[in-house]
């Protein structure tokens, strides 16, 4: 049974940084393709980036390329998500999600399982 525990989130002021962690059961991050992506109220679900178990490449949505980075630690079977430059549209609750592929344009629909999701707010 895949289990997925977002933490991490807060308040962050603009121009300010978080690390957001996904901590996992039963994903073998050998295989799965991995990801996240957020929802801001009253907004359509956004993917942000994904990493591939098998090859370890990773995309990333036009939105987040260059501020964010996703990474994973095998040996912990958990995923990262280090975010930097926020700005306040990057307020959403964010969610670690298995994927079904790992791609730019698979992004926002191909989510698997997902978590509850941690909330991060930028505001001054």
């Known amino acids: 049974q895949v289990q997925l525990v977002e933490s991490g989130g807060g308040v962050v002021q603009p121009g300010g940084a978080l690390k957001l962690s996904c901590t996992t059961s039963?994903?073998?991050?050998?295989?799965?393709?991995m990801g996240w992506f957020r929802q801001a109220p009253g907004k359509q679900r956004e993917g942000l980036a994904c990493?591939?178990?098998?090859?370890?490449?990773?995309h990333y949505a036009d939105s987040v390329q260059g501020r964010f980075i996703i990474s994973s630690d095998k040996s912990k079977n958990i995923l990262y998500l280090q975010m930097d430059g926020l700005t306040p549209a990057d307020t959403a609750v964010y969610y670690c999600a298995t994927y079904l592929g790992c791609g730019k344009h698979r992004l926002d629909n191909e989510m698997d399982h997902w978590g509850k999701g941690t909330l991060v707010s930028v505001s001054a």
């Open positions: 990493i591939s178990g098998i090859l370890g490449d990773t």
């Open positions: 039963g994903v073998n991050f050998d295989t799965y393709d």
